[in-house]
């Protein structure tokens, strides 16, 4: 009698007793992950990254496509200008349509213009005496990339040629061009030398600046003694190009840095890229023709990609019991981007998974939330099926 009272008072106690919680753990954990291509979509033409030289392209926003060499140190030559000429305007703002204060052209500027002729540099000429705006110096030095021009706006803008160059070493560090260093504004001198990535971040803040982008898309302007004058880069207009800068010296090659709009999928996207040190019969003309057959092929790289799949598991959760269930993303995450790029994924679990008894089909136990270039989407994460709960013969042999 005894035995069947204990026994019977063991089982109640074993019915009544709580289950404990089943774990829930995440299986999705905080990471990154690699944008694919969605399916039916073309293949991404590859880079034909020129087989000398230094390049770099990456879209605007979302990161590098690829290059060559794209940290070697070379010579930048006129490429130099583009810093000369986000200095004197970060020192002397001009809005869209502004002129900007005069500029004299001095006896001296007007004797290194017939100097500069003679050593065959490229100028634009100047008179003594010959005034022209802010913005028309700058229109000299970004499109016929006037030497000349360069010195006067560095003497201009610092007061002399060194001072200038000083704070073009300090913007360098200051934006992150952490191989680039000039020893003049105009590149004429081959110690001015960077490298094709930071030739690549520079014209992302050279593009910024609306004055700059407006004169570098010019394919002529026309100055005061000089006329109407005419920019080297030739292929403005082609594949989207929009500039930036071309330069040439024989120490350098051709370089050319450049940036590319197209509107894709009703959204425009901007290619930067930069071809140094490019060789051949007509040095510069090979530079440009090696930046015309990237941009085309850049272009192709973007597309809707899938960041992250629907279906994909997020949360596993367990019982002691043996019932198990998972969590699964309720939707994918798609996105107009470049395949391959990178994704920043987080999991937060629902505050219910921290002590699961039971799951419901349908039940949200978590949270995806995905980080990509151009925004942040959130994505429940619901359990494909529910927890069984603990059987009697489970309960009852329990310890």
Same mark, same amino acid.
Not at 92 to 109: K, M, R
Not at 305 to 312: D, E, F, M, R, Y
Not at 340 to 354: C, D, I, L, R
């Given at each position: 009698?005894?035995?069947?009272?204990?026994?019977? +008072?063991?089982? *109640?106690?074993?019915?009544?007793?709580?289950?404990?919680?089943?774990? *829930?753990?995440?299986?999705?954990? +905080?990471?990154?992950?690699?944008?694919?291509?969605?399916?039916?979509?073309?293949?991404?033409?590859?880079?034909?990254?020129?087989?000398?030289?230094? *390049? %770099?392209? *990456?879209?605007?926003?979302?990161?590098?496509?690829?290059?060559?060499?794209?940290?070697?140190?070379?010579?930048?030559?006129?490429?130099?200008?583009?810093?000369?000429?986000?200095?004197?305007?970060? %020192?002397?703002?001009?809005?869209?349509?502004?002129?900007?204060?005069?500029?004299? /052209?001095?006896?001296?500027?007007?004797?290194?213009?017939?100097?500069?002729?003679?050593?065959?540099?490229?100028?634009?000429?100047?008179?003594?005496?010959?005034?022209?705006?802010?913005?028309? +110096?700058?229109?000299?030095?970004?499109?016929?990339?006037? %030497?000349?021009?360069?010195?006067?706006?560095?003497?201009?803008?610092?007061?002399?040629?060194?001072?200038?160059?000083?704070?073009?070493?300090?913007?360098?560090?200051?934006?992150?061009?952490? @191989? =680039? &260093?000039? /020893?003049?504004?105009?590149?004429?001198?081959?110690?001015?030398?960077?490298?094709?990535?930071?030739?690549?971040?520079?014209?992302?803040?050279?593009?910024? /600046?609306?004055?700059? #982008?407006?004169?570098?898309?010019?394919?002529?302007?026309?100055?005061?003694?000089?006329?109407?004058?005419?920019?080297?880069?030739?292929?403005? $207009? &082609?594949?989207?190009?929009?500039?930036?800068?071309? $330069?040439?010296?024989?120490?350098?090659?051709?370089?050319?840095?450049?940036? @590319?709009?197209?509107?894709?999928?009703?959204?425009?996207? =901007?290619?930067?890229? +930069?071809?140094?040190?490019?060789?051949?019969?007509?040095?510069?003309?090979?530079?440009? %023709?090696?930046?015309?057959?990237?941009?085309?092929?850049?272009?192709? &790289?973007?597309?809707?990609? =899938?960041?992250?799949?629907?279906?994909?598991?997020?949360? @596993?959760?367990?019982?002691?019991?043996?019932?198990?269930?998972?969590?699964? =993303?309720? #939707?994918?995450?798609?996105?107009?981007?470049?395949?391959?790029?990178?994704?920043?994924?987080?999991?937060?679990?629902?505050?219910?998974?921290?002590?699961? &008894?039971?799951?419901?089909?349908?039940?949200?136990?978590?949270?995806?939330?995905?980080?990509?270039?151009?925004?942040?989407?959130? /994505?429940?994460?619901?359990?494909?099926?529910?927890?069984?709960?603990?059987?009697?013969?489970?309960?009852?042999?329990?310890?």
């Amino acid at each position: 009698m005894v035995l069947v009272v204990f026994a019977a +008072a063991y089982c *109640a106690v074993q019915i009544l007793r709580p289950p404990p919680a089943a774990t *829930a753990s995440v299986v999705l954990t +905080a990471r990154t992950v690699r944008a694919v291509a969605s399916a039916g979509d073309p293949p991404a033409v590859p880079l034909p990254l020129p087989a000398a030289g230094a *390049a %770099d392209v *990456a879209v605007e926003g979302y990161g590098q496509l690829g290059g060559t060499n794209q940290e070697a140190v070379l010579p930048l030559a006129s490429v130099a200008k583009l810093m000369t000429a986000l200095i004197v305007l970060k %020192d002397h703002p001009l809005a869209p349509g502004e002129q900007g204060p005069l500029l004299s /052209v001095s006896a001296s500027d007007a004797a290194t213009y017939a100097a500069e002729v003679a050593a065959d540099d490229s100028v634009v000429k100047v008179e003594a005496g010959e005034q022209l705006s802010e913005f028309q +110096a700058l229109e000299a030095l970004l499109v016929p990339s006037a %030497d000349n021009m360069a010195d006067i706006l560095a003497t201009w803008d610092a007061g002399s040629v060194g001072a200038f160059v000083a704070k073009m070493n300090a913007e360098a560090r200051a934006l992150g061009l952490l @191989a =680039t &260093h000039y /020893v003049d504004p105009a590149g004429l001198d081959p110690s001015s030398a960077g490298t094709a990535a930071d030739m690549v971040r520079l014209a992302s803040y050279v593009m910024a /600046v609306p004055v700059l #982008r407006e004169i570098v898309a010019m394919p002529q302007v026309t100055l005061p003694v000089a006329g109407t004058v005419y920019n080297y880069d030739t292929v403005l $207009g &082609h594949d989207g190009i929009i500039g930036i800068k071309t $330069g040439s010296t024989p120490e350098a090659g051709g370089n050319f840095v450049f940036a @590319a709009r197209r509107s894709l999928y009703g959204r425009t996207f =901007t290619v930067l890229g +930069a071809v140094l040190d490019q060789g051949g019969t007509q040095p510069l003309q090979s530079a440009l %023709d090696e930046a015309e057959r990237l941009c085309a092929a850049a272009f192709s &790289h973007i597309t809707e990609v =899938t960041i992250l799949p629907a279906g994909a598991k997020v949360v @596993a959760v367990d019982s002691p019991w043996g019932s198990k269930t998972v969590a699964v =993303t309720s #939707r994918s995450v798609q996105a107009l981007g470049v395949a391959g790029e990178t994704a920043a994924v987080k999991v937060q679990m629902a505050p219910s998974a921290a002590r699961l &008894h039971s799951v419901k089909a349908g039940e949200q136990l978590a949270t995806v939330r995905v980080s990509f270039p151009g925004g942040t989407a959130d /994505v429940p994460a619901l359990a494909v099926s529910g927890l069984q709960p603990a059987p009697l013969t489970w309960r009852l042999s329990r310890t």
